[in-house]
């Protein structure tokens, strides 16, 4: 399939569009949630986060020049749109609780929002007694009471504040009956300071700072992406049938969830774990907030990642040769210590021992590696956002040793 629109398929009507899209998506490695928004209500819901298991065969992914061509026609298709509104217009409808500016058109359906966009408009207004859970709160109670609370609250609450915030919305498809229409959701209500870097800005230019064969897969949910660079050029055998993929992990957001983060990673052959490149001479793991030049503090910290894999990569293969400490000799005890070190539930720490020989006949056995991979292994039922913290945790104990639990 093309990486752009034909003419016949670019002026076809929107249901054709989306389904063009999805199969491309599902081509490419791409992962897309649900958004569909129920007919007379304004909160967008989304399903459950996906696990981490990457099931995708990475030589069929789509490369960083692909990838982010396809990123743009999907985030095209979406039409985001940014309107800077004063926070003293910003009124809520009590027929279905949506959002809109005080001087909209009336005929014109106020716009639904995420669980995030609703959270973030609702901290503009909050008044100062209340200390947490303002949001939830008002979610819980019917449109029209929603209403009557959010405007009382935004009217006390801007009387002498003239601030202006962003609303940041795109067109989302909603089932009405049998039919598939558009709907404009707010994604997002953010400050004026606020820099948006799209997923496709991200990592348009990264194809010229990375070794030949890079390929992409990305993984969406609300309004997080979590895009995985691998490339099968620089693949190394740490041992005897076990090589390992040089990755990049990033992750980006329009919708101020998450600061753009970059972190360097290592994904085995034989069972598509990931292990954090950590390194004792700086953080594992950059994070750049979405204010000012955060495009090229980004290409800094691009740099800074591709300077630690290596000496991960030889760090990794020694650990393979570290058997378990004096301090303790068995499975059991070692787990147990990791569990209390990281302050991990009980019942992980069972599935990292069950997870320990799942490598069968090439399993790294009673070592560092062995600790690791099993981490790693048990790491791929979470979610994503967990799994980054495990993976994160496993690269610290091959770089640091078992000084790292003892």
């Known amino acids: 399939m093309s990486t752009t629109f034909n003419g016949s398929v670019a002026q076809a009507d929107f249901s054709t569009r989306m389904d063009t899209l999805k199969q491309l998506a599902q081509m490419t490695g791409f992962r897309l949630p649900s958004t569909i928004v129920p007919e007379g209500e304004s909160l967008i819901p989304y399903g459950e986060e996906r696990c981490r298991a990457l099931k995708d065969e990475i030589y069929a992914l789509p490369t960083v020049a692909e990838a982010a061509e396809r990123l743009r026609i999907i985030r095209a298709e979406q039409r985001p749109v940014d309107s800077q509104v004063l926070i003293a217009d910003l009124t809520m409808r009590p027929d279905d609780g949506g959002l809109a500016g005080r001087t909209c058109d009336p005929a014109k359906r106020a716009l639904s929002y995420t669980s995030t966009a609703f959270a973030q408009a609702a901290s503009f207004v909050k008044p100062q007694s209340v200390s947490g859970g303002f949001a939830s709160t008002l979610l819980a109670l019917p449109p029209k009471i929603r209403a009557d609370a959010f405007n009382h609250f935004a009217e006390t609450a801007v009387r002498s504040d003239e601030r202006e915030v962003v609303l940041r919305s795109v067109l989302r498809p909603q089932q009405s009956g049998s039919a598939v229409v558009l709907r404009r959701g707010l994604?997002?209500?953010?400050?004026?300071?606020?820099?948006?870097?799209?997923?496709?800005?991200?990592?348009?230019?990264?194809?010229?700072?990375?070794?030949?064969?890079?390929?992409?897969?990305?993984?969406q949910t609300e309004g997080r992406s979590d895009m995985e660079i691998l490339w099968p050029a620089m693949s190394r055998e740490i041992k005897v049938g076990d090589a390992v993929l040089i990755a990049l992990h990033i992750w980006n957001s329009q919708n101020k969830g998450y600061s753009i983060r970059l972190a360097p990673k290592l994904l085995r052959c034989l069972c598509l774990n990931f292990t954090t490149a950590w390194s004792d001479g700086g953080d594992e793991e950059v994070t750049i907030r979405h204010m000012g030049e955060a495009a090229s503090k980004f290409r800094a910290a691009l740099r800074s990642a591709l300077d630690k894999i290596e000496p991960f990569v030889r760090a990794f293969a020694d650990a393979y040769s570290q058997p378990f400490p004096a301090e303790a000799k068995t499975r059991g005890e070692i787990v147990s210590r990791l569990v209390r070190k990281l302050e991990l539930p009980a019942s992980f720490g069972q599935t990292v021992i069950s997870s320990w020989d799942m490598d069968g006949t090439r399993s790294a056995g009673d070592t560092l590696a062995g600790l690791s991979n099993a981490m790693t292994r048990a790491a791929q039922d979470q979610t994503m956002e967990r799994a980054a913290v495990i993976e994160d945790a496993a690269g610290r104990i091959v770089a640091q040793g078992w000084s790292a639990l003892f």
């Open 187 to 219: 994604d997002a209500v953010v400050s004026t300071r606020y820099t948006a870097i799209e997923d496709h800005d991200l990592i348009s230019g990264l194809g010229v700072a990375l070794p030949d064969g890079a390929r992409v897969r990305v993984t």
